[in-house]
């Protein structure tokens, strides 16, 4: 049978369990020029609370009764395609379930003996591609400047501290918690951590960024943006790469200290990581060349069983796990 999750009404806030329903199938069968793939990892994404919200954004909602939208990795295991044998590992966006039928579209082949499977939803995924292009092409540092992040221990913004790192720049991370900030600090390189939920921000923010900052990368949105429009330098970068402080809320916290903007000559600019699809080979070669030199360490936090989905997916917004939340299906 195929285990699915679908999404079984919209939810108002945070998601409750009954968002979303277990269902179950037979596994589905193949034609000619198909592949079955058995999903072995699903990627858990802050964009999954938009994806569910009746909104136009870059992707339309999911459905209702849909199978709920997710990156994945999985095996092929039934083939009538040429181009995908059995055995073979293929990425792609998919869905919160244990087999899927495709024609190959979009799926791209991954290489288990290269790296950890979860690897491929993280640093070497989506993940990293938008630390990639969010840092390198928005935020454009240059040695000697400095970057705040938040959403520090997290995903993306791990990853953003260390590729500020990689460039030369003096890198300061906002995450919440002791064990989140020693880690930035004294496994991934960061200079200087920010607990958003125990200390003034404003205060930490002056005492580790004493030149101002240059590149504020915003995964969090709501007050720690405001608080960082304060801090900026002429002519900053603000990467609005997202707002999760603000996907449950009923209305949109924006940013009054905006005027910032101009005194500073800065630049708030956001940007869609699938924007940037013909450039993925770069981005992929230089994350995993990175990663080899061992300049990046990325972590995955894995949970297991499909049926644990949603449990899963609060860890994003109440902040218990670290690094890359991936959930094993198979
Ligand atoms: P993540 O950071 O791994 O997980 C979310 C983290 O956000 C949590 O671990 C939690 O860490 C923090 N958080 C939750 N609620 C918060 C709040 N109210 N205030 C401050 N921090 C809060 O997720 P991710 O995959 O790396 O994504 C990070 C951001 O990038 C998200 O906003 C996501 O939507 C965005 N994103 C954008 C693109 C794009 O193309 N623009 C692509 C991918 C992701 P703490 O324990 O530190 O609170």
């Not at 108002?12 to 072995?40: A, Y």
């Not at 244990?98 to 790296?115: E, M, S």
């Not at 499977?117 to 070497?124: A, F, G, N, T």
């Not at 230089?286 to 030199?293: A, N, S, T």
């Amino acid at each position: 049978m195929n285990k699915r999750i679908l999404l079984a009404k919209r939810p108002e806030g945070l998601p409750e369990e009954s968002t979303w329903q277990l269902d179950e199938r037979p596994v589905p069968t193949i034609k000619k020029g198909e592949v079955l793939i058995k999903t072995e990892y699903v990627s858990i994404d802050p964009a999954m609370r938009g994806w569910i919200t009746d909104k136009e954004s870059y992707l339309p909602p999911v459905p209702i009764g849909a199978v709920m939208r997710a990156a994945c990795v999985g095996k092929v295991i039934e083939s009538k395609n040429p181009n995908m044998k059995v055995g073979d590992h293929f990425a792609g966006l998919s869905g919160v379930h244990q087999y899927v039928v495709t024609n190959g579209q979009n799926w791209v082949q991954v290489h288990p003996d290269r790296a950890p499977l979860p690897k491929y939803l993280s640093v070497l995924g989506l993940t990293g591609r938008t630390a990639y292009f969010g840092l390198l092409d928005i935020g454009q540092p240059k040695e000697g400047e400095t970057v705040l992040v938040s959403g520090a221990a997290g995903a993306v913004g791990s990853l953003v501290g260390q590729i500020g790192k990689i460039k030369g720049c003096r890198v300061v991370g906002i995450a919440g918690g002791k064990e989140k900030c020693s880690y930035i600090v004294n496994e991934l390189g960061f200079d200087g951590a920010i607990d958003y939920k125990n200390e003034d921000i404003r205060t930490r923010i002056n005492e580790l960024c004493p030149d101002g900052i240059d590149i504020y990368f915003d995964n969090v949105g709501g007050d720690i943006l405001d608080t960082a429009l304060t801090h900026i330098n002429r002519n900053a970068r603000i990467v609005i790469c997202g707002a999760i402080s603000q996907y449950n809320s009923k209305k949109f916290k924006g940013p009054s200290n905006y005027y910032r903007l101009l005194t500073e000559r800065a630049r708030m600019e956001g940007f869609v990581v699938i924007d940037y699809a013909k450039d993925y080979g770069t981005a992929y070669q230089h994350l995993g060349k990175w990663l080899m030199e061992e300049k990046l360490k990325s972590k995955e936090f894995i949970v297991e069983g499909i049926e644990n989905f949603h449990s899963a997916f609060l860890r994003l917004f109440s902040g218990k796990k670290l690094g890359k939340l991936v959930l094993k299906v198979s």
